[in-house]
């Protein structure tokens, strides 16, 4: 059984800000945003974390093995960096949707994400050492086969971009409700799904549902361990054993 921390980042007040006092420039509020990501990509990474960009003012991360003073202390850093506070909720679960939703209610019931009042929230359930184990996160590495000779060398950058994308996007509506599973694009042609215990059966599942429905070609690598970094890079070198053996799926 998998045992996923999961942590919500969400912007205080973004919206009124971004037109306060008046319309700020777009190509501002992107070179915010982008740096906050990589900020926290940095922050919670140094803790053995992921973070994903999603709506890049909501950002979703898998954080087993920080705890409560870890969570405070990012979000003071952010404080300090940038003229905007972020609030951070955080959830536990087997499943990843259910730790999210764990993760999103505290946030929620505190109030508006567009609430001038609501400011740095921290609040949620965090998974104790004692009830950790070495396989609590499962992660899933996806990519498309031969996403080069098939699109990158053939197409144009952006119809190129359009394949990609419907691909991502029907592995993550397929995942979401039919595995609890959360999936991000990481860019490239790559996609990292946060998922419960899924089997062989259930990925090569995933894979034939895309490639019917999208004609996208999918190959995943799966790992597990006891932390988000951990369980991703194994799941980097199954998809290696994938890349090399023409396989659809492996598991470290």
Same mark, same amino acid.
């Given at each position: 059984?998998?045992?996923?921390?999961?942590?919500?980042?969400?912007?205080?007040?973004?919206?009124?800000?971004?037109?306060?006092?008046?319309?700020?420039?777009?190509?501002?509020?992107?070179?915010?945003?982008?740096?906050?990501?990589?900020?926290?990509?940095?922050?919670?990474?140094?803790? /053995?974390?992921?973070?994903?960009?999603? !709506?890049?003012?909501?950002?979703?991360?898998?954080?087993?093995?920080?705890? !409560?003073?870890?969570?405070? +202390?990012?979000?003071?850093?952010?404080?300090?960096?940038?003229?905007?506070?972020?609030? +951070?909720?955080?959830?536990?679960?087997?499943?990843?949707?259910?730790?999210?939703?764990?993760?999103?209610?505290?946030?929620?019931?505190?109030?508006?994400?567009?609430?001038?009042?609501?400011?740095?929230?921290?609040?949620? /359930?965090?998974? %104790?050492?004692?009830?950790?184990?070495?396989?609590?996160?499962?992660?899933?590495?996806?990519?498309?086969?031969?996403?080069?000779?098939?699109?990158?060398?053939?197409?144009?950058?952006?119809?190129?971009?359009?394949?990609?994308?419907?691909?991502?996007?029907?592995?993550?509506?397929?995942?979401?409700?039919?595995?609890?599973?959360?999936?991000?694009?990481?860019? %490239?042609?790559?996609?990292?799904?946060?998922?419960?215990?899924?089997?062989?059966?259930?990925?090569?599942?995933?894979?034939?549902?895309?490639?019917?429905?999208?004609?996208?070609?999918?190959?995943?690598?799966?790992?597990?361990? !006891?932390?988000?970094?951990?369980?991703?890079?194994?799941?980097?070198?199954?998809?290696?054993?994938?890349?090399?053996?023409?396989?659809?799926?492996?598991?470290?």
């Amino acid at each position: 059984m998998t045992n996923t921390q999961v942590t919500l980042v969400q912007i205080d007040n973004y919206g009124p800000w971004t037109v306060t006092p008046e319309p700020r420039r777009e190509v501002d509020l992107q070179t915010l945003q982008s740096r906050l990501y990589a900020d926290l990509s940095q922050l919670f990474g140094n803790r /053995d974390g992921y973070v994903f960009f999603t !709506r890049f003012d909501n950002m979703i991360a898998v954080t087993n093995g920080l705890d !409560r003073d870890a969570h405070a +202390l990012i979000q003071e850093s952010v404080g300090n960096r940038y003229p905007v506070t972020v609030s +951070l909720g955080f959830g536990v679960d087997p499943s990843p949707v259910t730790a999210l939703g764990d993760a999103t209610a505290p946030l929620q019931d505190a109030g508006s994400a567009q609430d001038a009042t609501r400011q740095e929230i921290l609040s949620g /359930d965090i998974l %104790g050492d004692e009830e950790r184990t070495g396989d609590d996160v499962q992660i899933a590495h996806f990519d498309v086969v031969d996403a080069t000779g098939k699109y990158t060398d053939e197409l144009n950058a952006f119809d190129s971009f359009i394949h990609i994308e419907q691909g991502y996007a029907e592995l993550m509506r397929y995942m979401r409700t039919a595995h609890d599973s959360l999936s991000f694009f990481v860019g %490239g042609d790559n996609v990292i799904a946060v998922c419960p215990a899924l089997s062989t059966a259930e990925y090569e599942d995933a894979i034939e549902t895309v490639h019917d429905r999208v004609d996208v070609e999918l190959q995943v690598g799966v790992g597990r361990a !006891r932390t988000a970094q951990s369980a991703g890079m194994n799941a980097k070198h199954a998809l290696e054993t994938c890349r090399d053996h023409g396989t659809a799926v492996e598991f470290y």
